[in-house]
């Protein structure tokens, strides 16, 4: 299982090159790929790609929110923020799902390096 980020995501579906855009292909493919929660969000949030990312975010699973995940997930912001590290809500809630579930998070957002370093998040 390989959780799927929406910079990722959409740069797959823009058809852009790149290893992130490789990763998202194969597990698509390999139907390895999963949803962190609020990636689902981000993604239907667009209203011009609302209708056409329909069917691909019920093709892919999306990650149970687990019990003391909000609890877990302020730790983690708190402790990026303390060390005056940029610590985005949405991005701390990613990042937190996939800690959860231990699955990896393909990415192109650089933001994601400080809950690596910071956090256990492991990113690809």
């Known amino acids: ?34 949803f962190p929660p609020v990636v689902v969000t981000e993604l239907l949030s667009d209203p011009a790609a609302r209708n056409s990312l329909a069917a691909l975010i019920h093709a892919v699973p999306t990650l149970e929110v687990l019990d003391g995940y909000w609890e877990r997930a302020s730790e983690l912001r708190a402790r990026l923020l303390y060390r005056g590290l940029k610590a985005r809500l949405a991005d701390t809630l990613i990042a937190q799902s996939c800690i959860d579930h231990r699955v990896a998070l393909v990415t192109r957002d650089r933001d994601f390096r400080n809950f690596a370093r910071h956090g256990g998040l492991r990113v690809r």
Request: aromatic residues 2%; hydrophobic residues 60%; without cysteine.
């Open 1 to 34: 299982m390989i959780a799927l980020d929406t910079s990722s995501i959409v740069a797959f579906l823009a058809g852009a090159d790149g290893a992130d855009v490789d990763a998202v292909a194969a597990a698509l493919e390999t139907r390895q790929g999963v």
